[in-house]
C-alpha cells in the first residue's frame, strides 16, 4: 500500500523539487530550521541536529556551510539537488508539506 503522505504527486513533486534545486544552500538551511517540525516529521533532521543549529548563531550557519561537504544535517545534504539525495522520496515529501 502507498502512502500518500509519504510519496508526492509526480507533477506537482517535480516543481516542488525545481524550488529546492533553485535555492542556494543558505536558503535550504533558513526553510529546513522554519519548518523543523515537517523535517523532523519525515526523519530528515534529528533533535540533536536541530539543537545544534538552532544553538548557533546564524554567521556560523553561513561558515559552516561554505566550508563542510555536508554540513550540519546527516539525512539531508544542503548542497546536492533533489535528485541526488539519498532520501529523495522523503526530502520531496517534506517539501510538499511545506510548499502545498
Same mark, same amino acid.
Given at each position: 500500500? =502507498? #502512502?500518500?503522505?509519504?510519496?508526492? !504527486?509526480?507533477?506537482?513533486? #517535480?516543481? =516542488?523539487? @525545481? ?5 542556494? $544552500?543558505?536558503? !535550504? +538551511?533558513?526553510? =529546513?530550521? #522554519? $519548518? @523543523?517540525?515537517? $523535517? +523532523?516529521?519525515? *526523519?530528515?533532521?534529528? !533533535?540533536?541536529?536541530?539543537?545544534? &543549529?538552532? *544553538? ?7 561558515? =559552516? &556551510? ?6 550540519? $544535517? ?7 539537488? &533533489?535528485?541526488?539525495? +539519498?532520501? !529523495?522520496?522523503? +526530502?520531496?515529501? @517534506?517539501l510538499w508539506a511545506v510548499f502545498k
Open positions: 500500500m =502507498i #502512502n500518500m503522505k509519504e510519496t508526492p !504527486r509526480t507533477s506537482s513533486g #517535480n516543481k =516542488i523539487a @525545481a524550488k529546492w534545486d533553485g535555492m542556494d $544552500f543558505m536558503e !535550504r +538551511l533558513k526553510l =529546513i530550521m #522554519n $519548518f @523543523a517540525d515537517k $523535517f +523532523l516529521e519525515y *526523519g530528515l533532521i534529528a !533533535r540533536s541536529e536541530l539543537a545544534l &543549529v538552532t *544553538g548557533m548563531p546564524e554567521s556560523d550557519w553561513e561558515y =559552516i &556551510v561554505g566550508r563542510e561537504d555536508q554540513p550540519l $544535517f546527516t539525512s539531508i545534504h544542503l548542497k546536492k539537488e &533533489v535528485a541526488a539525495q +539519498l532520501h !529523495r522520496e522523503k +526530502l520531496k515529501a @517534506a
